[in-house]
């Protein structure tokens, strides 16, 4: 997954993204740890299908926050890779690698199933349906990327050249190999990017549709819910993802110089911002995990 970073950064932009990721990160970790707090606690909540989903994208995001980003801040702050070893770089392009896109491909996912959710619930009634079709798929993605990865960095012959002055190291030399540098990007980047935003405008644009006959219905805040919820988490990815996505494929199938700078410095670190904000993003979605009931304590 990682791009070809072809030029040392220069050092103003390196601190501007140290100190804005860092202003972010603190505050952020609270309100993720403050969420999966409650979800631990809460029966009625981690016990709803829906929630999993959400909470799995949340707790990649929170160990994203307090393991890998804390190494990009390091390179960031002093410009160079610590400990400047390849091992070192090995590990920390497939932890980086994994982490991004398994959390693509999760919200991928949760995009489709919310159709599911919403319209076709009926498929989700037994046991064993609900292993095939919720389940499973979430299992897929935490075991098949990293599972990929570790192939192409670990197991695929061929000789890395790193730079320990460049973030990640430079590149891997995986991607010297055409067809499965396109795989990669296309497979893991390209499609669970395109996926998101047409399938939650879908969604929307069904609901709309239906509003009337759903609205006379016992679930229709549910779904109202489940909707919305989408719409506000898929809009973050599509901010951050879609169009790093869209620029590298231009790069990659036409124009190998387009924004060069732009994705060097700026384009390659959108992806921290979706881990960053959707703690926040969680928060909202989800005011069951903050609203109290108020008590009314007697007088006498």
Same mark, same amino acid.
């Not at 299908?49 to 707790?59: A, D, E």
């Not at 390849?86 to 949760?110: G, Q």
């Not at 700078?261 to 921290?272: D, G, K, L, R």
């Given at each position: 997954?990682?791009?070809?970073?072809?030029?040392?950064?220069?050092?103003?932009?390196?601190?501007?993204?140290?100190?804005?990721?860092?202003?972010?990160?603190?505050?952020?970790?609270?309100?993720?740890?403050?969420?999966?707090?409650?979800?631990?606690?809460?029966?009625?909540?981690?016990?709803?299908?829906?929630?999993?989903?959400?909470?799995?994208?949340?707790?990649?995001?929170?160990?994203?926050?307090?393991?890998?980003?804390?190494?990009?801040?390091?390179?960031?702050?002093?410009?160079?890779?610590?400990?400047?070893?390849?091992?070192?770089?090995?590990?920390?392009?497939?932890?980086?690698?994994?982490?991004?896109?398994?959390?693509?491909?999760?919200?991928?996912?949760?995009?489709?199933?919310?159709?599911?959710?919403?319209?076709?619930?009926?498929?989700?009634?037994?046991?064993?349906?609900?292993?095939?079709?919720?389940? *499973?798929? %979430?299992?897929?993605? +935490?075991?098949? &990327? =990293?599972? !990929?990865?570790?192939?192409? #960095?670990?197991? $695929?012959?061929?000789?890395?050249?790193?730079?320990?002055?460049?973030?990640?190291?430079?590149?891997?030399?995986?991607?010297?190999?055409?067809?499965?540098?396109?795989?990669?990007?296309?497979?893991?980047?390209?499609?669970?990017?395109?996926?998101?935003?047409?399938?939650?405008?879908?969604?929307?644009?069904?609901?709309?549709?239906?509003?009337?006959?759903?609205?006379?219905?016992?679930?229709?805040?549910?779904?109202?819910?489940?909707?919305?919820?989408?719409?506000?988490?898929?809009?973050?990815?599509?901010?951050?993802?879609?169009?790093?996505? *869209?620029? %590298?494929?231009?790069? +990659?199938?036409? &124009? =190998?110089? !387009?924004?060069?700078?732009? #994705?060097?410095? $700026?384009?390659?670190?959108?992806?921290?911002?979706?881990?960053?904000?959707?703690?926040?993003?969680?928060?909202?979605?989800?005011?069951?995990?903050?609203?109290?009931?108020?008590?009314?304590?007697?007088?006498?």
């Amino acid at each position: 997954m990682n791009g070809t970073i072809i030029s040392e950064e220069p050092q103003w932009s390196r601190h501007l993204k140290f100190y804005i990721f860092t202003s972010i990160q603190l505050p952020s970790v609270c309100v993720a740890v403050y969420i999966l707090y409650r979800f631990y606690y809460s029966t009625k909540i981690h016990s709803r299908l829906h929630y999993h989903s959400l909470l799995t994208l949340l707790t990649i995001a929170f160990l994203e926050l307090i393991t890998e980003l804390p190494l990009t801040l390091q390179f960031l702050y002093s410009g160079r890779v610590r400990p400047a070893s390849s091992w070192f770089c090995l590990v920390w392009i497939w932890y980086n690698c994994s982490l991004h896109s398994m959390n693509l491909f999760l919200m991928a996912w949760t995009s489709i199933e919310r159709h599911i959710l919403i319209f076709h619930s009926h498929l989700l009634q037994s046991s064993q349906q609900k292993f095939q079709r919720h389940y *499973l798929p %979430i299992i897929f993605s +935490l075991f098949y &990327i =990293p599972l !990929f990865y570790f192939i192409c #960095i670990f197991v $695929y012959s061929c000789e890395n050249t790193f730079d320990y002055t460049i973030i990640l190291c430079g590149s891997i030399c995986y991607n010297n190999l055409p067809w499965l540098a396109a795989f990669d990007w296309i497979a893991h980047i390209c499609v669970p990017s395109s996926i998101i935003p047409v399938a939650s405008i879908i969604l929307l644009i069904r609901v709309v549709i239906q509003r009337k006959k759903m609205a006379r219905t016992l679930n229709w805040k549910t779904i109202r819910k489940l909707t919305l919820q989408l719409m506000f988490i898929s809009s973050l990815y599509s901010i951050f993802w879609v169009s790093y996505a *869209l620029v %590298i494929v231009i790069r +990659l199938y036409f &124009i =190998p110089t !387009f924004l060069t700078v732009i #994705i060097n410095y $700026y384009f390659f670190y959108s992806p921290y911002f979706v881990q960053l904000f959707m703690p926040f993003l969680c928060l909202i979605c989800l005011p069951e995990l903050w609203r109290q009931k108020l008590r009314v304590v007697p007088l006498i």
